[in-house]
């Protein structure tokens, strides 16, 4: 079974930094092209960074430049690296797979939550 772990989320001042972190089982991590998701309240989930097995990224125009995904295909687990968060990107944040390339996930984590005060 799929099991997606987020973590890392917080509360932090505008203008800061955070690192979230999501571990995957259940999938052969490595061929999947992964995704970070946001929900903000009253919003629907929206996908905001990408990354392909072979590493290539990107963005959601709102997050480019000042977020970065990575992987670490070894420990099965997905970064999302934000810096000069707004309070604009309050929201749950998920890691699945790429919606684009494998359709609608059917599975997800609990998320983990960032609050970026006004």
């Known amino acids: 079974q799929v099991q997606l772990v987020e973590s890392g989320g917080a509360l932090v001042q505008p203008g800061g930094s955070l690192r979230l972190s999501c571990a995957a089982s259940?999938?052969?991590?490595?061929?999947?092209?992964m995704g970070w998701y946001r929900q903000a309240p009253g919003k629907q989930r929206e996908l905001i960074a990408a990354i392909t097995s072979a590493g290539s990224t990107n963005y959601a125009d709102y997050v480019k430049g000042r977020f970065t995904i990575s992987r670490d295909n070894a420990k099965n687990t997905v970064y999302l690296q934000m810096h000069s968060l707004k309070p604009e990107d309050t929201a749950v944040y998920y890691c699945n797979i790429d919606h684009r390339e494998y359709g609608s996930p059917r599975y997800w984590g609990q998320g983990t939550q960032v609050t970026v005060p006004s």
């Open positions: 259940g999938i052969i991590f490595r061929i999947y092209a």
